[in-house]
């Protein structure tokens, strides 16, 4: 896993919050929207990230889910 505040800062470089939504600029889902972020080797779903840079981790077997219903926000006020 990279360094934490290397790993935010660059996240927190591809969301836009100028609006209620803060929409992610980097790459999306072609089919559904939702952004994605490489961490390590792999990829992660955008808001799944800003969930654990703000929260903390995802207890196994849950889902991240936004009430926006908006699939590129990534606001932490947005999600549960």
Not at 9 to 33: E, I, L, M, N
Not at 41 to 51: D, K, N
Not at 56 to 68: A, E, M, Q, T
Request: glycine share 12%.
């Amino acid at each position: 896993m990279p360094e934490p505040t290397k790993l935010a800062a660059r996240f927190w470089a591809k969301v836009d919050k100028s609006a209620s939504c803060w929409a992610w600029t980097g790459s999306r889902d072609k089919r559904y929207g939702y952004g994605y972020f490489r961490v390590g080797g792999g990829m992660e779903s955008a808001h799944r990230v800003a969930w654990l840079l703000l929260r903390g981790s995802i207890p196994g077997g849950l889902c991240v889910l936004h009430r926006c219903d908006n699939p590129p926000c990534v606001n932490p006020d947005h999600l549960f």
